[in-house]
Protein backbone atom coordinates (compact mmCIF):
# COMPACT_ATOMS: atom_id res chain seq x y z
CA UNK A 1 0.00 0.00 0.00
CA UNK A 2 1.30 3.56 -1.11
CA UNK A 3 2.24 5.68 1.52
CA UNK A 4 -0.33 8.90 1.97
CA UNK A 5 -0.81 12.00 3.81
CA UNK A 6 -3.64 12.17 5.98
CA UNK A 7 -6.60 14.03 5.10
CA UNK A 8 -8.02 15.18 8.65
CA UNK A 9 -5.53 16.55 11.41
CA UNK A 10 -6.76 15.40 14.96
CA UNK A 11 -5.49 16.50 18.33
CA UNK A 12 -3.02 14.02 20.34
CA UNK A 13 -4.93 14.48 22.89
CA UNK A 14 -6.84 10.56 24.59
CA UNK A 15 -8.90 10.01 27.96
CA UNK A 16 -10.23 13.33 28.05
CA UNK A 17 -13.00 12.42 30.69
CA UNK A 18 -9.99 12.52 33.21
CA UNK A 19 -8.72 15.48 35.33
CA UNK A 20 -6.39 13.39 37.33
CA UNK A 21 -4.52 11.31 36.51
CA UNK A 22 -1.28 10.84 38.36
CA UNK A 23 -1.87 7.36 39.46
CA UNK A 24 -1.41 6.18 36.46
CA UNK A 25 1.99 7.89 35.86
CA UNK A 26 2.82 7.04 39.22
CA UNK A 27 2.25 3.10 38.33
CA UNK A 28 3.34 2.81 35.11
CA UNK A 29 6.47 4.39 35.82
CA UNK A 30 7.95 0.99 37.17
CA UNK A 31 7.28 -0.49 34.06
CA UNK A 32 9.04 0.81 31.62
CA UNK A 33 12.41 2.08 30.66
CA UNK A 34 13.21 5.62 30.99
CA UNK A 35 12.88 6.74 26.98
CA UNK A 36 9.27 4.80 26.97
CA UNK A 37 8.12 6.20 30.53
CA UNK A 38 8.74 9.51 29.64
CA UNK A 39 6.71 9.22 26.40
CA UNK A 40 4.06 7.91 28.58
CA UNK A 41 4.14 11.06 31.26
CA UNK A 42 4.20 13.42 28.51
CA UNK A 43 1.25 11.91 27.09
CA UNK A 44 -0.70 12.15 30.31
CA UNK A 45 0.50 15.41 31.22
CA UNK A 46 -0.38 16.72 28.19
CA UNK A 47 -4.19 15.41 28.93
CA UNK A 48 -4.25 17.47 32.04
CA UNK A 49 -3.19 20.59 30.83
CA UNK A 50 -5.90 20.41 27.99
CA UNK A 51 -8.49 18.84 29.71
CA UNK A 52 -10.40 22.20 30.18
CA UNK A 53 -10.80 22.61 26.39
CA UNK A 54 -13.11 19.52 26.53
CA UNK A 55 -15.22 20.38 28.70
CA UNK A 56 -17.77 22.69 26.08
CA UNK A 57 -18.06 20.14 22.93
CA UNK A 58 -20.64 19.82 20.65
CA UNK A 59 -23.13 17.62 20.24
CA UNK A 60 -21.01 15.08 18.83
CA UNK A 61 -18.36 14.64 21.94
CA UNK A 62 -18.73 11.12 21.94
CA UNK A 63 -17.37 10.75 18.26
CA UNK A 64 -14.79 13.43 18.69
CA UNK A 65 -13.72 11.60 22.35
CA UNK A 66 -13.15 8.16 20.97
CA UNK A 67 -11.61 9.65 17.81
CA UNK A 68 -8.71 11.92 19.76
CA UNK A 69 -8.65 8.15 21.99
CA UNK A 70 -7.06 6.07 19.36
CA UNK A 71 -4.92 8.74 17.21
CA UNK A 72 -3.15 9.60 20.94
CA UNK A 73 -2.82 5.62 21.61
CA UNK A 74 -1.21 4.96 18.26
CA UNK A 75 0.98 7.54 18.13
CA UNK A 76 2.20 5.96 22.08
CA UNK A 77 2.75 2.54 20.20
CA UNK A 78 4.72 4.69 17.34
CA UNK A 79 6.94 5.88 19.26
CA UNK A 80 7.65 2.55 21.56
CA UNK A 81 6.88 -0.58 19.35
CA UNK A 82 9.11 -0.42 16.30
CA UNK A 83 7.56 -3.38 14.81
CA UNK A 84 4.20 -2.14 14.36
CA UNK A 85 4.95 1.37 12.91
CA UNK A 86 3.98 0.33 9.79
CA UNK A 87 0.89 -1.42 11.06
CA UNK A 88 -0.04 2.29 12.98
CA UNK A 89 0.95 4.42 9.59
CA UNK A 90 -1.44 2.64 7.76
CA UNK A 91 -4.41 2.62 10.38
CA UNK A 92 -4.14 6.13 11.16
CA UNK A 93 -3.92 6.83 6.97
CA UNK A 94 -7.27 5.22 7.27
CA UNK A 95 -8.78 6.77 10.12
CA UNK A 96 -8.02 10.16 8.36
CA UNK A 97 -9.24 9.11 4.78
CA UNK A 98 -11.96 11.36 3.68
CA UNK A 99 -13.71 8.26 1.49
CA UNK A 100 -13.13 5.85 3.85
CA UNK A 101 -17.07 5.59 6.61
CA UNK A 102 -15.29 5.89 9.95
CA UNK A 103 -17.72 7.11 11.79
CA UNK A 104 -20.09 4.18 10.66
CA UNK A 105 -17.56 1.31 12.15
CA UNK A 106 -16.70 3.43 15.42
CA UNK A 107 -20.09 3.85 16.35
CA UNK A 108 -20.29 0.51 17.35
CA UNK A 109 -17.63 1.08 20.18
CA UNK A 110 -18.46 4.46 21.39
CA UNK A 111 -20.83 3.87 24.17
CA UNK A 112 -19.02 1.19 25.61
CA UNK A 113 -15.94 3.25 25.78
CA UNK A 114 -17.49 6.38 27.13
CA UNK A 115 -18.57 3.30 29.93
CA UNK A 116 -15.14 2.68 30.31
CA UNK A 117 -13.99 6.38 31.12
CA UNK A 118 -16.58 6.78 33.54
CA UNK A 119 -15.32 4.12 35.38
CA UNK A 120 -12.14 4.12 35.11
CA UNK A 121 -12.33 8.10 36.39
CA UNK A 122 -14.48 6.85 39.41
CA UNK A 123 -12.02 4.26 40.22
CA UNK A 124 -8.92 7.19 39.87
CA UNK A 125 -10.43 9.41 42.35
CA UNK A 126 -11.60 6.93 44.88
CA UNK A 127 -7.68 5.98 44.91
CA UNK A 128 -8.07 2.36 43.69
CA UNK A 129 -4.45 2.04 41.51
CA UNK A 130 -5.10 -1.56 41.08
CA UNK A 131 -8.57 -1.46 39.70
CA UNK A 132 -7.68 1.56 37.73
CA UNK A 133 -4.41 -0.75 35.64
CA UNK A 134 -6.83 -3.27 35.42
CA UNK A 135 -9.06 -1.18 33.19
CA UNK A 136 -6.76 0.47 31.39
CA UNK A 137 -5.84 -2.28 30.35
CA UNK A 138 -8.77 -3.35 29.01
CA UNK A 139 -9.08 0.02 27.44
CA UNK A 140 -6.16 -0.25 25.69
CA UNK A 141 -8.00 -3.49 24.13
CA UNK A 142 -10.99 -1.84 22.97
CA UNK A 143 -8.47 0.87 20.68
CA UNK A 144 -6.30 -2.32 19.62
CA UNK A 145 -9.38 -4.26 18.58
CA UNK A 146 -11.15 -1.13 16.22
CA UNK A 147 -7.81 -0.35 15.20
CA UNK A 148 -7.73 -3.66 14.01
CA UNK A 149 -11.31 -3.85 12.79
CA UNK A 150 -10.64 -0.95 10.83
CA UNK A 151 -7.81 -2.03 9.19
CA UNK A 152 -9.71 -5.44 7.92
CA UNK A 153 -12.88 -3.46 6.64
CA UNK A 154 -10.61 -0.37 4.81
CA UNK A 155 -8.27 -3.53 3.08
CA UNK A 156 -11.68 -5.20 1.73
CA UNK A 157 -13.16 -2.27 0.38
CA UNK A 158 -9.25 -1.10 -1.49
CA UNK A 159 -9.36 -4.47 -2.92
CA UNK A 160 -12.18 -6.11 -4.51
CA UNK A 161 -10.69 -7.12 -7.31
CA UNK A 162 -8.57 -9.26 -5.16
CA UNK A 163 -9.01 -13.15 -4.65
CA UNK A 164 -11.13 -14.02 -1.97
CA UNK A 165 -8.94 -15.89 0.11
CA UNK A 166 -6.21 -13.17 0.44
CA UNK A 167 -9.01 -11.05 2.26
CA UNK A 168 -10.08 -14.14 4.15
CA UNK A 169 -6.17 -14.60 5.59
CA UNK A 170 -6.33 -11.14 6.20
CA UNK A 171 -9.57 -11.31 8.40
CA UNK A 172 -8.26 -14.04 10.13
CA UNK A 173 -5.17 -11.81 10.90
CA UNK A 174 -7.21 -9.51 12.76
CA UNK A 175 -9.46 -11.80 14.75
CA UNK A 176 -5.75 -13.67 15.50
CA UNK A 177 -4.23 -10.49 16.49
CA UNK A 178 -7.16 -9.81 18.62
CA UNK A 179 -7.72 -12.82 20.38
CA UNK A 180 -3.92 -12.90 21.77
CA UNK A 181 -3.51 -9.28 22.55
CA UNK A 182 -6.48 -9.71 24.76
CA UNK A 183 -5.39 -12.70 26.49
CA UNK A 184 -1.85 -10.85 27.07
CA UNK A 185 -3.05 -8.05 28.45
CA UNK A 186 -5.29 -9.74 30.85
CA UNK A 187 -2.03 -11.64 32.17
CA UNK A 188 -0.23 -8.08 32.75
CA UNK A 189 -3.42 -6.75 34.01
CA UNK A 190 -3.22 -9.65 36.58
CA UNK A 191 0.13 -9.36 37.95
CA UNK A 192 -0.03 -5.96 37.96
CA UNK A 193 -2.77 -6.66 40.79
CA UNK A 194 -0.09 -8.32 42.41
CA UNK A 195 2.37 -5.91 42.48
CA UNK A 196 3.81 -3.92 45.66
CA UNK A 197 7.64 -3.26 44.73
CA UNK A 198 10.06 -4.40 42.27
CA UNK A 199 10.82 -7.89 41.93
CA UNK A 200 10.46 -10.60 39.47
CA UNK A 201 7.06 -9.73 38.84
CA UNK A 202 8.25 -7.28 36.74
CA UNK A 203 10.40 -9.22 34.40
CA UNK A 204 7.48 -11.26 33.77
CA UNK A 205 5.31 -8.46 32.67
CA UNK A 206 8.40 -7.19 30.26
CA UNK A 207 8.29 -10.75 29.25
CA UNK A 208 4.64 -10.61 28.38
CA UNK A 209 4.97 -7.57 26.48
CA UNK A 210 8.06 -8.41 24.79
CA UNK A 211 5.62 -11.88 23.23
CA UNK A 212 2.94 -8.85 22.23
CA UNK A 213 5.46 -7.27 20.19
CA UNK A 214 6.18 -10.55 18.13
CA UNK A 215 2.95 -11.47 17.87
CA UNK A 216 2.43 -8.19 16.20
CA UNK A 217 5.46 -8.51 13.97
CA UNK A 218 4.90 -11.43 12.68
CA UNK A 219 1.05 -11.23 12.29
CA UNK A 220 1.65 -8.60 9.97
CA UNK A 221 3.72 -10.21 7.90
CA UNK A 222 0.53 -12.69 7.52
CA UNK A 223 -1.49 -10.15 6.72
CA UNK A 224 0.89 -8.57 3.75
CA UNK A 225 2.75 -11.65 2.41
CA UNK A 226 -0.23 -14.44 3.19
CA UNK A 227 2.32 -16.44 5.24
CA UNK A 228 1.73 -17.77 8.53
CA UNK A 229 5.33 -19.17 9.36
CA UNK A 230 8.82 -17.62 9.13
CA UNK A 231 11.62 -19.89 8.55
CA UNK A 232 12.02 -22.96 10.54
CA UNK A 233 14.59 -23.43 13.15
CA UNK A 234 15.23 -26.36 16.06
CA UNK A 235 13.32 -25.51 18.90
CA UNK A 236 13.76 -27.24 22.28
CA UNK A 237 9.82 -27.58 22.89
CA UNK A 238 10.29 -28.25 26.47
CA UNK A 239 11.52 -24.84 27.36
CA UNK A 240 8.63 -23.36 25.10
CA UNK A 241 6.50 -25.16 26.97
CA UNK A 242 7.94 -24.18 30.21
CA UNK A 243 8.08 -20.41 29.37
CA UNK A 244 4.35 -20.22 28.22
CA UNK A 245 3.19 -23.11 31.22
CA UNK A 246 4.52 -19.66 33.80
CA UNK A 247 3.15 -17.40 32.05
CA UNK A 248 -0.76 -18.67 31.47
CA UNK A 249 -1.38 -22.18 33.69
CA UNK A 250 -1.58 -20.45 37.54
CA UNK A 251 -0.09 -22.00 40.75
CA UNK A 252 -3.41 -23.67 41.58
CA UNK A 253 -3.24 -25.70 38.49
CA UNK A 254 -0.71 -28.98 38.47
CA UNK A 255 1.71 -29.00 35.46
CA UNK A 256 3.63 -31.77 34.84
CA UNK A 257 5.81 -31.13 31.81
CA UNK A 258 7.40 -34.88 30.78
CA UNK A 259 10.60 -34.62 28.22
CA UNK A 260 9.64 -33.13 25.13
CA UNK A 261 11.91 -33.21 21.95
CA UNK A 262 13.58 -30.27 20.26
CA UNK A 263 11.67 -30.12 16.58
CA UNK A 264 12.22 -27.83 13.31
CA UNK A 265 9.25 -25.05 13.76
CA UNK A 266 8.47 -21.73 14.21
CA UNK A 267 9.01 -21.11 17.92
CA UNK A 268 6.67 -17.99 18.29
CA UNK A 269 3.73 -19.55 16.81
CA UNK A 270 4.38 -23.09 18.08
CA UNK A 271 4.16 -20.56 21.32
CA UNK A 272 0.70 -19.60 21.25
CA UNK A 273 -0.76 -22.90 19.70
CA UNK A 274 0.46 -24.24 23.35
CA UNK A 275 -0.45 -20.83 24.94
CA UNK A 276 -3.90 -21.18 23.50
CA UNK A 277 -4.22 -24.94 24.56
CA UNK A 278 -3.57 -23.96 28.17
CA UNK A 279 -5.63 -21.49 28.03
CA UNK A 280 -8.65 -23.46 26.67
CA UNK A 281 -8.23 -26.16 29.32
CA UNK A 282 -8.15 -23.72 32.06
CA UNK A 283 -10.82 -21.68 31.12
CA UNK A 284 -13.11 -23.66 29.21
CA UNK A 285 -12.55 -27.36 30.97
CA UNK A 286 -11.79 -25.59 34.33
CA UNK A 287 -8.63 -28.36 34.44
CA UNK A 288 -6.76 -28.74 38.15
CA UNK A 289 -3.37 -31.11 36.38
CA UNK A 290 -2.26 -30.67 33.04
CA UNK A 291 0.22 -33.20 31.21
CA UNK A 292 2.77 -32.51 28.29
CA UNK A 293 4.42 -35.90 26.65
CA UNK A 294 5.77 -36.66 23.64
CA UNK A 295 6.56 -39.85 21.56
CA UNK A 296 7.70 -41.35 18.69
CA UNK A 297 11.66 -40.82 17.11
CA UNK A 298 13.25 -37.72 15.37
CA UNK A 299 11.28 -36.20 12.64
CA UNK A 300 8.54 -38.57 13.19
CA UNK A 301 6.74 -36.92 17.03
CA UNK A 302 3.40 -37.20 18.52
CA UNK A 303 3.06 -34.42 21.58
CA UNK A 304 0.21 -35.47 23.92
CA UNK A 305 -1.67 -32.36 25.88
CA UNK A 306 -3.59 -34.11 28.61
CA UNK A 307 -5.77 -32.44 31.37
CA UNK A 308 -8.53 -33.76 34.18
CA UNK A 309 -11.02 -30.83 33.17
CA UNK A 310 -14.12 -31.31 31.13
CA UNK A 311 -14.87 -33.31 27.99
CA UNK A 312 -14.31 -31.73 24.43
CA UNK A 313 -17.83 -30.52 23.11
CA UNK A 314 -18.67 -32.15 20.10
CA UNK A 315 -18.36 -28.18 18.04
CA UNK A 316 -14.57 -28.87 19.02
CA UNK A 317 -14.21 -32.47 16.94
CA UNK A 318 -16.13 -30.36 14.59
CA UNK A 319 -14.17 -27.56 13.95
CA UNK A 320 -10.30 -30.44 14.04
CA UNK A 321 -12.39 -32.75 11.42
CA UNK A 322 -13.75 -29.99 9.37
CA UNK A 323 -11.36 -29.64 6.06
CA UNK A 324 -13.21 -25.97 4.92
CA UNK A 325 -10.66 -23.55 5.69
CA UNK A 326 -13.10 -20.65 5.54
CA UNK A 327 -12.58 -18.65 8.99
CA UNK A 328 -15.99 -17.15 10.49
CA UNK A 329 -14.40 -16.56 14.16
CA UNK A 330 -16.97 -16.52 17.49
CA UNK A 331 -15.68 -16.02 20.85
CA UNK A 332 -15.74 -19.88 21.78
CA UNK A 333 -13.50 -21.97 19.56
CA UNK A 334 -11.39 -19.02 17.97
CA UNK A 335 -8.17 -20.51 19.74
CA UNK A 336 -8.70 -23.70 18.48
CA UNK A 337 -8.73 -22.11 14.56
CA UNK A 338 -5.67 -20.77 15.27
CA UNK A 339 -4.24 -23.73 16.35
CA UNK A 340 -5.44 -25.39 13.42
CA UNK A 341 -4.15 -22.99 11.48
CA UNK A 342 -0.69 -23.15 12.90
CA UNK A 343 -0.29 -26.60 12.63
CA UNK A 344 -1.32 -26.75 8.95
CA UNK A 345 1.08 -24.36 8.06
CA UNK A 346 4.04 -26.50 9.48
CA UNK A 347 2.43 -30.04 7.54
CA UNK A 348 1.57 -31.06 11.18
CA UNK A 349 -1.89 -32.88 12.33
CA UNK A 350 -4.30 -32.16 14.85
CA UNK A 351 -6.99 -34.35 16.52
CA UNK A 352 -9.09 -34.54 19.85
CA UNK A 353 -10.01 -37.54 22.11
CA UNK A 354 -11.72 -37.80 25.29
CA UNK A 355 -10.64 -41.07 26.33
CA UNK A 356 -9.85 -41.81 28.61
CA UNK A 357 -9.23 -38.03 29.42
CA UNK A 358 -9.39 -34.71 27.28
CA UNK A 359 -6.56 -34.51 25.27
CA UNK A 360 -4.96 -32.72 22.53
CA UNK A 361 -2.80 -34.66 19.96
CA UNK A 362 -0.27 -32.99 17.32
CA UNK A 363 1.40 -35.24 15.01
CA UNK A 364 4.38 -33.62 13.30
CA UNK A 365 4.20 -36.09 10.57
Given at each position: ??????????P??????????????????????????????????????????????????????A?Q????????????????????????????S????????????????T?????????C??????????????????W????????????????????????????Q????????????????????????????V???????L?????????????????E??????????Q?????I?????????????????????????????F?????????H?????????????P??V??????????????????????????K?K?K????Q????I???????????????????????
Open positions: MEDHEPMVQLEFSLTSFDNLDKIIEIFSNFFDESSNKIIIDWIKKIQNNFASYKDQPTNELQSNLNIHAFMEFLKGNHKPTSDFVDRITYLRSQDFPFYDVINAVIIGLTIQRELYFKVNNCPHDLLFEMQELLRVFETSIGLYARRYSQLQKNTLKVQKEELSFAHILAHDLRNYLYSIGGYLILYKEKDPTEKIKGIVQIDELLETSIVLAEAGIINEKKLVDIEVVGSAEIVIPKSVKFSPYDLPKIYCDNVRISQVKNIFENAILGKASIIETYAVGDGKTIFVSNNGEKFPDSMFYTIENNNDSFPRGLGLIIKKLKAHNWKISLTNDPEPTIIIRTF
